[in-house]
């Protein structure tokens, strides 16, 4: 027992320092970093441009509120929403608090309160956020959660007709859903989503806290899918590592958020959004989006190469790919760390990949061979559901 709250499982492992995908611990062992923070660290850790960035804007400025103008908040929502269809943007400090305010956007603009949103989904623990979150161990001993919330099948086209009706405000989903599994959106089930908003006047909201910022490939992972969202949420990599979040949504929702209707006394600090403005200036470059893509066609055909059809699945997009292994992997993710691998679980059965964007190709083999030597020689993983 030690002096904080129990609310985390964590790894019996203290990381001090890191330089790109490699970490270490307290002891100096070499870790290849395949969390990125959860999906975080996008630029790898200590990126020189980002330190640099965050050397200069604190010797000049770290934090005002939003009292006064921020061309800085203003410049970064223009990065943001270069080349797409959003028009306004707003800044907070996690990705809960993104939902948060897609949320009661949505439900201030039509006037409605339903949100549909799908089974394994997860769109954080605030109560709006966990409450759109269809998963059971997220709200035990919480409730009553919030109202009016629908959880629906995932891809499943069917529920979804048979549910929809005139009480709906918004339709919130990820492209691909990383906690509950490293589950994508089918085509058919995307096109059926955006067919529906627009018959019925309902808003999307496609939750990017995730999947954004080039982590499947693309700027957005919307953009690989026929969604066009009315709001998407973003935070984890923007930062790259400093906690910066927001939200963009398009031009007629402009007027529903007046002042006093939102805030947040942190949301785009200076220092976040002179960090968040280096990152997408590095990411969203289109040299770097392809070798995003580049990298996860050479990972996902080592991982189909080594790990037999039979025992593991492999899905997901981009640099979030998950390795479904049928059972519990818990002994998996100890015994990567022993051999120098750091992986995240998604569900009990999924071992999560989600390595920096700027990972090597020399490193995406050390961890492959990490990963067959893992998988493939422990017999000690037994299912326990
Ligand atoms: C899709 C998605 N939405 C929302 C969240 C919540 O973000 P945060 O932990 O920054 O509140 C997460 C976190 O894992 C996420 O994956």
């Known amino acids: 027992m ?35 923070g959860i999906a975080v660290c996008s630029l790898g850790h200590a990126h020189p441009s980002l330190v640099q960035t965050i050397q200069q804007q604190s010797e000049k400025i770290w934090h005002t509120s939003n009292l006064f103008e921020s061309p800085g908040q203003v410049a970064l929502a223009e990065s943001l929403m270069k080349d797409n269809h959003f028009s306004h943007a707003l800044f907070c400090n ?24 799908f089974k394994n ?51 919130m989903l990820e492209v691909i859903q990383g906690e509950g599994g490293v589950h994508a959106v089918t085509e058919q089930f995307a096109q059926a989503i955006q067919d529906i908003c627009e018959k019925n006047s309902i808003l999307l909201i496609v939750d990017e ?16 899918t026929p969604l066009k969202p ?9 930062g790259g590592g400093f906690p910066i979040a927001g939200i963009l949504a398009t031009a007629e929702l402009y007027e529903t958020f007046g002042p006093g209707s939102h805030g947040t006394t942190f949301g785009g600090n200076p220092l976040a959004v002179a960090v968040a ?73 999924v071992l999560r990949l989600l390595p920096p964007l700027t990972v090597t190709k020399e490193e995406i083999d050390e961890a492959v061979d990490i990963l067959k030597k893992v998988l493939l020689t422990s017999k000690s993983a037994v299912s326990t559901s």
């Open 94 to 117: 996690s990705g809960a608090e993104a939902n948060e305010a897609a949320i009661k956007l949505a439900r201030k603009y039509t006037g409605k309160h339903r949100i549909i949103t």
């Open 230 to 238: 009315n709001i998407v949420s973003i935070a984890k990599g923007l």
């Open 121 to 171: 989904s997860f769109h954080g623990r605030t109560f709006g956020a966990m409450s759109a979150t269809a998963q059971e161990k997220i709200h035990q001993g919480f409730g009553p959660l919030l109202e009016q919330f629908s959880y629906l099948p995932f891809n499943d086209i069917e529920a979804l007709q048979e549910t929809v009706d005139d009480s709906v405000a918004a339709i």
């Open 209 to 224: 806290v995730q999947t954004g910022i080039g982590r499947t490939g693309t700027r957005f992972a919307f953009e690989q």
């Open 277 to 349: 403005q280096k990152v997408i200036e590095l990411v969203f470059e289109q040299s770097f989006l392809d070798e995003v893509l580049e990298k996860s066609n050479y990972l996902l055909q080592k991982l189909n190469e080594s790990l037999p059809e039979n025992e593991f699945a492999i899905r997901g997009k981009g640099l979030l790919l998950g390795i479904d292994c049928r059972k519990d992997v818990s002994e998996f993710v100890t015994k990567a760390e022993e051999e120098g691998l750091l992986l995240v679980g998604a569900g009990p059965h």
């Open 2 to 36: 030690n002096a904080l709250f129990n609310n985390y499982a964590r790894r019996p492992i203290s990381l001090v320092e890191g330089k790109g995908t490699i970490v270490k611990d307290e002891e100096g062992k070499r870790y290849l970093d395949f969390t990125s």
